[in-house]
């Protein structure tokens, strides 16, 4: 089964494909897209469709329109990259499989707080990845799971960080992308993934302790472990997920 990968930067794809270098052998073929080039080794297509969700769902729509071949369409859309996470539960370093993709800034903010577009009667604010294939990639990567939000800035500060908890509470990570890959994949019929490497901590900005460096190499080693699961992986057969 073909996957589509959604990164939001090229180093991010490539730490996506650097998983797939031995073990798949053969070349890696680029394919131009509108806004995005593909980078495909055997059943998994990469892309970099910039940060933020309306890059990263624009971008996934192309790919989901255009990108597989006729004779091998996507089964399954992975939203992957670096995060920030809430929690010490989820180190540096370590990893995040999203059990829920959910916008945390798509609403209204009132006096009594957050109201999500949900609640103003429109729109969608969540997505739910099917539960097996969380469970079967958490099991092959060693991740934990749990809610991803998206966001479209990234939190800098203790106090929004307590209020996007106080809204979601159990969030593990956020990110900027998931939201907007999953949407396109819903309008496409086609199941959603997210996966995210703890970058760094949600809260006060402190550029200097990220670590990208190893998120990148935990994203690379997630998708050496977890390939034949994804790739694997058929919704028909899975009528829970
Ligand atoms: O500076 C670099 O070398 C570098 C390498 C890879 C990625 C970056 C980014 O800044 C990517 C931003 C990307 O990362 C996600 N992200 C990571 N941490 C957070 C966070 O705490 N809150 C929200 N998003 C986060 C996000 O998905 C961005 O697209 C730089």
């Known amino acids: 089964m073909r996957v589509l990968v959604v990164t939001a930067v090229p180093v991010e794809r490539d730490a996506v494909t650097r998983a797939f270098g031995d073990s798949f052998g053969g070349t890696e073929e680029h394919l131009s897209l509108p806004g995005a080039e593909l980078h495909r080794r055997g059943a998994f297509d990469v892309l970099a469709g910039g940060a933020g969700p309306a890059a990263a769902a624009a971008a996934t729509a192309f790919a989901l329109a255009s990108g597989a071949p006729a004779s ?17 539960v989820t180190p540096l370093g370590s990893l995040v499989v999203a059990d829920g993709i959910v916008a945390a800034d798509l609403g209204a903010e009132t006096a009594e707080g957050f109201l ?4 103003l009667g429109f729109g969608r604010d969540r997505f ?8 079967e990639v958490a099991a092959a990567t060693g991740a934990a799971t749990g809610p991803v939000l998206t966001v479209s800035t990234v939190t800098g500060t203790a106090e929004r960080a307590g209020a996007l908890l106080a809204a979601h509470p159990g969030a593990l990570a956020e990110a900027m992308e998931g939201f907007g890959v999953a949407e396109a994949a819903a309008r496409a019929g086609v199941p959603v993934l997210e996966v995210r490497a703890v970058s760094n901590a949600v809260g006060p900005r402190d550029r200097d ?30 009528l829970e997920g």
Request: charged share 10%; net charge negative; proline share 10%.
């Open 72 to 88: 091998s369409p996507y089964g399954l859309v992975v939203s992957a990259g670096i995060g920030g996470a809430f929690t010490p």
């Open 116 to 119: 999500p577009v949900t609640a």
């Open 128 to 135: 739910a990845p099917p539960p097996a294939l969380v469970r």
């Open 209 to 238: 302790a990220w670590r990208i460096g190893d998120a990148l190499a935990a994203l690379t080693d997630a998708f050496g472990a977890a390939a034949s699961v994804l790739e694997g992986w058929n919704s028909h057969e899975n």
